[in-house]
């Protein structure tokens, strides 16, 4: 199945690219999905906010190092991406791929989410 692109009509993209050929637009991802340390995987669909309680089936025993809420995952329909937002009010910081979440920052497919630089490795898939 290909797919067709919503900014220039562009039909025969390969359903493996997340990127139109004909224009270079990136197509929003339907899921995100984490894996972590217990092989156990989450996908969300929406905007969600990410802590300890939620993570803890994922993450197995670094979750100690997340807050509630640690994160969120932002659907941003305007921009046509997902985004990760580090939450003020926890304790340790959010890294994605070893630099520091300061700000609103676009994930990309495969993308590494920790605590700190290497605590709780989650590892990011997007799907389309
Ligand atoms: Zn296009």
């Known amino acids: 199945m290909s797919w067709a692109c919503t900014n220039c009509g562009h039909e025969a993209n390969d359903k493996e690219s997340p990127q139109c050929l004909a224009c270079g637009e990136f ?11 217990t092989g156990e995987t989450m996908a969300m669909q929406i905007t969600t906010q990410l802590g300890n309680a939620s993570l803890r089936r994922i993450a ?3 979750v100690q190092y997340a807050s509630s809420p640690q994160c969120e995952i932002v659907k941003d329909e305007t921009a046509g991406c997902w985004l990760l937002r580090h939450a003020n009010s926890a304790t340790n910081p959010t890294f994605l791929n070893g630099k ?16 700190g630089l290497e605590k709780m490795p989650l590892t990011i898939t997007l799907e389309y």
């Open 27 to 37: 197509r929003m991802a339907i899921r995100v999905v984490f894996s972590g340390a």
């Open 60 to 62: 197995g025993d670094e």
């Open 100 to 115: 520091l979440v300061d700000e609103a920052t676009k994930i990309t497919t495969r993308s590494v989410l920790t605590i």
